[in-house]
C-alpha cells in the first residue's frame, strides 16, 4: 500500500488549529464563569458532597448577588423540592412565570418544575391541570407519567388507561399489564356497585389488553360464583392454570366451595390433587387436605399428609399430619406441638415484592410500597432467621 507522505505536511496545521480551538473555548469559559458569584460554586461543592441544606444557602446568597441567573433559580427550585420545602419551591417557580423577559423554552421549564412541585406537595389538581397542558410540549413524556401517577392515587381507571395507552404510543413500552390492572379495578368499582354486566365488560377487555391477566379470571369467576353460576365460576377459575398456574393459589379455595355447591366434590378433590401434583402449591395442598379431612375423614387425610410429608417433608407436611393425627382426639401433648408449629408458620409466611422487597401477609396485586403492579408472587415466602428456627 502506497502512503502519500505529503499528508505529514498538514500536522503542524492541524496540531495550530486545535491550539487556537482550545484557546477560544477556554477565554469563553473563563468569561462566563467570571460573571458568577463564588458562591454558586460554594453551592454546587455542597451538592457534590451531599449536603443539600448548605447549596440552598450557597445558592440564595449566590441569587441576591446576581438575580437575573436563570439556571440558579431553577437549580434553588429544584433543591427546595428534593428538601420538602413546597413552599418556597412553588413560590420560586410560580415567581419565574411572571416575568416577563422568560423565552418560551424557559417558561415551559417553569411551568414544568411547578407542576412537580405541585404533585409532591400532593395538590393533584393543580399538577394535573399543567401536566395536561404539557401532553403537547416537549415535556409530553414526564407529563404523561406524573398524570399517570396522579390518576391511580385518585383511583381515576378511565383517565389512567388513556394516560397509559397515550404513553404506550409516545415510548414504545408496552404497559398492558398496568392497563389490564387497570381495567380490573374499574370492574372492583363497579362490582361494588352492583354493576356486573358493566364489571364482565372491563375483565373481557383486561384480558384483550393482558391475555395473561390472571386477575381477571378471578374476578369473573368471582362474579358468576356470586350470580350463583358455579360452573361458570369454575371454568374461570380453572383458565388460572393455563396463565400462570401458581396463582391458583389463590382460588383454590373459592374453587372447593363451588365443587361442594354443585355437589362434585370427588371431582374437586381430585382435580386440586392433580394440581397439587404438577405444581406444588403450599396453599393448594392445604385446601385438599382440609376437603380431605372433611368429607373423607381422619384416615384418608393422613394417608395424604403422611405421602407428602415422605415426599417432600417440610414443617407444613408436618403440621398437616398431625392435623390429621389429632383430628377427633381429646387436647393432649400433640395438639401442643401442633399447635406452636402452626403459630410459627404463620408468623414467618409472607409475600414478598419482586421490585422493592416489600413484604407482607397479605397478597396485593398493586405493591403498597412501590406502586407497581403483578410484582407480589402468590405462593408465600417462609423467614429464616435464628429465632424463626425451630
Ligand atoms: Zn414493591
Known amino acids: 500500500m502506497d502512503f502519500e507522505y505529503w499528508w505529514l505536511l498538514l500536522l503542524p496545521l492541524f496540531f495550530g488549529l486545535g491550539w487556537v480551538a482550545a484557546r477560544i473555548d477556554i477565554s469563553q469559559l473563563l468569561t462566563e464563569t467570571s460573571t458568577l458569584p463564588a458562591s454558586y460554586f460554594r453551592g454546587l461543592n455542597f451538592l457534590i458532597s451531599e449536603q443539600p441544606d448548605k447549596a440552598i444557602e450557597a445558592f440564595t446568597e449566590a441569587l441576591r448577588a446576581d438575580s437575573n441567573t436563570l439556571e440558579l433559580h431553577f437549580a434553588l427550585g429544584s433543591l427546595f423540592r428534593r428538601t420538602g420545602e413546597m413552599d418556597r419551591a412553588i ?36 399538577a394535573e391541570e399543567i401536566f395536561l ?16 401517577e396522579i390518576y391511580v392515587r385518585e383511583k381515576e381507571w378511565l383517565q389512567a388507561i388513556s394516560v397509559a395507552q397515550r404513553l404506550e404510543t409516545l415510548t414504545g413500552r408496552p404497559l398492558r399489564i398496568e392497563v389490564a390492572e387497570f381495567y380490573c379495578e374499574l ?16 375483565l373481557n377487555e383486561a384480558l384483550e389488553a393482558n391475555r395473561n391477566c390472571v386477575r381477571a379470571n378471578i374476578m369473573l369467576g368471582d362474579i358468576e360464583a356470586a350470580a350463583g353460576a358455579q360452573s361458570n365460576a369454575l371454568n374461570a377459575w380453572r383458565a388460572v392454570e393455563l396463565q400462570v398456574p401458581d396463582y391458583l393459589e389463590l382460588v383454590a379455595e373459592r374453587m372447593m366451595a363451588s365443587w361442594r355447591i354443585l355437589g362434585n366434590t370427588e371431582e374437586g378433590l381430585q382435580w386440586l390433587h392433580e394440581a397439587v401434583r404438577k405444581y406444588r402449591l403450599e396453599e393448594t395442598a392445604h385446601v385438599l387436605f382440609e376437603a380431605t379431612l372433611d368429607l373423607k375423614g381422619p384416615e384418608a387425610a393422613y394417608r395424604m399428609a403422611h405421602e407428602e410429608a415422605e415426599q417432600s417433608p417440610s414443617l407444613t407436611a408436618l403440621d398437616r399430619l398431625l392435623q390429621a393425627k389429632v383430628s377427633g382426639m381429646p387436647d393432649g401433648d400433640l395438639r401442643l406441638v401442633m399447635s406452636a408449629i402452626r403459630e410459627h408458620l404463620e408468623k414467618t409466611a409472607y409475600h414478598r415484592c419482586r421490585t422493592c422487597g416489600y413484604t407482607a401477609r397479605q397478597f396485593h396485586w398493586h405493591c403498597p410500597s412501590c406502586s407497581e403492579w403483578e410484582t407480589f408472587p402468590p405462593r408465600f415466602e417462609r423467614a429464616i432467621s435464628k429465632t424463626s428456627l425451630i
Open 91 to 126: 413560590r420560586l417557580h410560580q415567581g419565574l412565570l411572571e416575568r416577563e423577559d422568560l423565552a418560551e423554552p424557559q417558561q415551559l421549564m417553569a411551568l414544568a418544575e411547578l407542576a412537580q412541585d405541585y404533585l409532591k406537595a400532593g395538590l393533584f389538581d393543580r
Open 133 to 148: 397542558k404539557l401532553t403537547e410540549t416537549r415535556y409530553a413524556n414526564s407529563a404523561l407519567r406524573a398524570l399517570l
Open 187 to 202: 370492574a372492583q368499582q363497579n362490582m361494588l356497585l352492583g354493576q356486573l354486566s358493566q364489571a364482565r365488560g372491563n
